[in-house]
C-alpha cells in the first residue's frame, strides 16, 4: 500500500517533530549525558529543532527528485564523511544512546 505523497510528507515531518520532543526530554538528555562523551549536553535549541524538521523536510523533497538509490548513496556517503571527520553521525549517536560501547565512546573522545 502505497500512501499519496502529501500523506508521506506529513508522515515525515511528523515523526521529525516527535522525534525533537523526545530527544528534547529529560530523560533522553539525562541517558545521553550518562552515556556518551556529551557531559555537558543540554538539549537542542529551539532553533536547532526547528531547523531540524525544516531540514527533513527539504531532505524528503530532495529524496524524491533523486530516487531512492540516490538517496541512500548521499545518506552513506554523509555518514561515512562525518564518522571520518568529527567522530560522530545519526548511526553512532543511535548507537550510543541505546546500547553504549565503551571502545567507542574513548575513540570518540580522543578526536577531540
Keep these: ?16 517533530s516527535a522525534w525533537e520532543v523526545a ?7 539525562n541517558r545521553y549525558r550518562t552515556v556518551t562523551m556529551s557531559l555537558d549536553y543540554l538539549g537542542d ?3 536547532n529543532a ?6 527533513c523536510a527539504v531532505g524528503f523533497w530532495a529524496s524524491r527528485g533523486m530516487g531512492a ?5 548521499l545518506l552513506v556517503a554523509i ?3 562525518l564518522l571520518l571527520t ?3 553521525n545519526l548511526t553512532l549517536n543511535v548507537l550510543m544512546l541505546l546500547s553504549p560501547i565503551e571502545s567507542v565512546k574513548q ?3 580522543s578526536g577531540r
Design 1 to 16: 500500500m502505497c500512501f499519496p505523497v502529501h500523506w508521506q510528507f506529513f508522515g515525515a515531518v511528523f515523526m521529525a
Design 23 to 29: 530527544e528534547n526530554s529529560a530523560w533522553v538528555i
Design 45 to 47: 535549541s529551539v532553533v
Design 50 to 55: 526547528v531547523a531540524d524538521v525544516v531540514c
Design 69 to 73: 538509490r540516490a538517496s541512500m548513496l
Design 79 to 81: 555518514e561515512v564523511g
Design 86 to 88: 568529527t567522530r560522530d
Design 107 to 109: 575513540w570518540q573522545a
